[in-house]
C-alpha cells in the first residue's frame, strides 16, 4: 500500500509538472485529490490493515496529498503568471504615442466676419439689430418703397409660404420695422446682420441662402459725405488701410441717389488685374440716401430728417478677403474648409 501511494505521488507530481494549462490541473486534480480519485480508492483498502498499520498508512497518505497539492498550487500560479504575461502582452498601451488632439470648434468665417464689422459699427454708436426671417410682404417689399407688380421685384424671387409670408429676401425689412417701432419721432443708427434667401440656382457665386448686413443712418441733417466717409472707414477696416473707394451711381429702390461702392484692387493695387477684371476696382456693396417715401412709409418727416442706408454680403466680402472662389463652401459645412478660419 505504501508502495501504491507512493506510485500515485510520483505519477501526479510528473503529470502536473507537465501540464502546461489551467484546465488540465483540474483534471489531474479531480484525478488523484477528488473523492473518487487514486488515493481515496487506495484508502478504500485500510480496513484489512492492522490497527498498528493505520497511521502509518495514514499519516503517508496524508502526505502524498500535501506533496501533490504543493506542487499543484506552485504549477497553477505559474500558468497563471505566464497567462497574464500573454495577455499584458498583447493589451499593451504604448505610453510613448502621442496623444489625441483635443478638437476645440471655432467660429464659422461669415460669424466672424459679421463680428468684425459689428465691432466696427458698435464703435461708431449703431445698435445691432435682428428680424424675423420668415417675413411678411409688407415689411419685405412694400415698406421699402416695392409696391406690388414693381419691376424690381422680379430681381428677388423668394420662397414663398402662403401669398403673404416669404423668406426674408434681403435684412432690409428689419431697416423698416426699426424705423416704425420709433413713430418717426427719434434719430435711428443701426445694423443688421442676418441670413436672407433668394430662389437663385446654386453656382460658384450664387447660393439660396446667403448672409448680408444692413446699416440705417436716420437723423436731422444727415448727408451723402457722412455715408461715404462711413463706407470708407469701413472698407479700409474690413480690406486695409491704403484702399481707395469710388462710389457709382446706381439704382435702388428704396435710396435715392443710390450708389455701388467699390474698392481699390488690392492684388494689382489698381493696375488691373483678373481678380478685378481689369479695372483696379472691385464692387462691394451698395448704399444710398434713404429714399423719402420709404422715411415718410415709417412715419419721418422727410422733409425734416434724412439717412443713408447700406447693404453688404459677408459672403462676398469672406470670399474676397480670403480669396475663396465658390460661395458654396459656407454652407456645405466642409470641417477641412471651414477649419482654416479659426486663426483668421
Ligand atoms: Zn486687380
Redesign the pocket.
Known amino acids: 500500500m505504501q508502495d501504491e501511494l507512493k506510485a500515485i505521488e510520483a505519477e501526479a507530481v510528473e503529470k502536473l509538472q507537465a501540464a502546461d494549462n489551467l484546465q488540465d490541473l483540474q483534471a489531474i486534480q479531480v484525478a488523484y485529490l477528488g473523492k473518487k480519485g487514486s488515493i481515496t480508492s487506495v484508502l478504500r483498502g485500510m480496513g484489512k490493515l492492522s490497527p498498528e498499520e493505520r497511521p502509518v498508512i495514514g499519516e503517508l497518505a496524508n502526505n502524498v496529498r500535501q506533496a501533490i497539492q504543493t506542487t499543484l498550487q506552485e504549477k497553477k500560479q505559474a500558468l497563471e503568471l505566464a497567462e497574464l504575461e500573454v495577455k499584458l502582452e498583447k493589451e499593451a498601451i504604448d505610453v510613448t504615442l502621442p496623444g489625441k488632439p483635443v478638437t476645440v470648434g471655432g467660429p464659422h468665417l461669415l460669424t466672424s466676419i459679421i463680428e468684425e464689422i459689428e465691432d466696427l459699427f458698435i464703435g461708431l454708436g449703431y445698435e445691432i439689430k435682428e428680424g424675423p426671417e420668415v417675413e411678411t410682404d409688407y415689411y419685405n417689399f412694400e415698406a421699402l418703397n416695392l409696391p406690388k407688380g414693381h419691376p424690381a421685384r422680379d430681381m428677388q424671387d423668394s420662397f414663398y409660404i402662403t401669398n403673404d409670408l416669404l423668406l426674408r429676401t434681403h435684412t432690409s425689412p428689419v431697416q423698416a420695422r426699426t424705423m416704425g417701432a420709433l413713430n418717426g419721432k427719434e434719430p435711428v443708427r443701426m445694423i443688421c446682420p442676418g441670413k436672407v434667401y433668394r430662389r437663385d440656382s446654386d453656382d460658384a457665386t450664387h447660393s439660396h441662402q446667403f448672409t448680408q448686413i444692413e446699416g440705417l443712418y436716420v437723423d436731422k441733417n444727415v448727408r451723402m459725405s457722412d455715408l461715404k466717409g462711413t463706407l470708407k472707414l469701413l472698407a479700409q477696416k474690413m480690406f486695409g488701410k491704403d484702399r481707395e473707394i469710388r462710389l457709382r451711381p446706381s439704382f435702388f429702390p428704396f435710396t435715392e441717389p443710390s450708389v455701388e461702392m467699390d474698392i481699390s484692387?488690392k492684388?494689382?493695387s489698381?493696375?488691373?488685374?483678373s481678380?478685378?477684371k481689369k479695372t483696379?476696382w472691385i464692387e462691394i456693396l451698395g448704399a444710398g440716401m434713404v429714399h423719402p417715401k420709404v422715411l415718410e412709409m415709417a412715419g419721418y418727416d422727410a422733409k425734416e430728417y434724412s439717412g443713408f442706408a447700406f447693404g453688404m454680403g459677408p459672403d462676398r466680402i469672406a470670399m474676397l478677403k480670403y480669396g475663396v472662389d465658390d460661395i458654396r463652401a459656407f454652407y456645405t459645412s466642409d470641417v477641412r474648409f471651414l477649419k482654416q478660419f479659426h486663426q483668421a
Do not use: L, P, Q, R
Not at 489698381?270 to 488685374?273: A, I, L, T, Y
Open positions: 484692387c492684388v494689382c489698381g493696375e488691373g488685374c481678380v478685378c483696379g
